[in-house]
């Protein structure tokens, strides 16, 4: 499996998650490294679940709090199957300061759940599939989230970025960490709907 990693401190966070997930282990971390287009199919899905996955990696630790306050547990542990374009520590940390502070309160609880939706596909969308969706488009396509709204991937050369309703874009950084009811695919921004 081809894989990319995240910038130097997400490398080791790799690591981890690929050993809690029963993956072999990762290949040399090259720093910001944007996921290969003609990345591989993911290793046959690991014991844990999505949720479980994101537990065991320190790098997804804001995620999962996030995930815990939209009351979203329950669903990403469910059967799926999931794909879910994750966003790592330092994408929540380049969001304005106190930004996810404020949507974890509980007052906030039903926009968060969009927002986190909106990071969420249904079905199990393996990098290479994808991509190849994207390139037999002219090198890009959309994709329907689970919060109802389309993200558009692009691919060029080796870099897949992924376009949100705002026109943010944020670039798949560790792709295919298969999972009992899904795939995760980490990114180094935080999409927001519409």
Known sequence: MKTSSLALIAAA???????????EPAEPATP????????MA???AASTNIVQAAQASPDFSTLVTAVQAAGLVETL????????????????????AGTVENLT???QQEQLQG????????GNLLAADIVAQA???GGSTTVTTVQGEDLTVNVSGSTVTITDAAGGTATVTTPDLAQSNGVIHGIDAVLMPE
């Open 77 to 96: 542990s469910g059967p799926g199957p999931f794909t879910v374009f994750a966003p790592t520590n330092a994408a929540f940390d380049a969001l304005p």
């Open 105 to 107: 309160q509980p007052a």
């Open 42 to 44: 993911a290793e046959p």
């Open 135 to 137: 390139q037999a488009n």
């Open 13 to 23: 966070s790799l690591g981890l998650a690929t050993a809690a997930c029963s993956q």
């Open 115 to 122: 927002i986190l939706t909106y990071h969420v596909v249904q």
């Open 32 to 39: 910001a490294e944007p996921m290969a287009a003609d990345a």
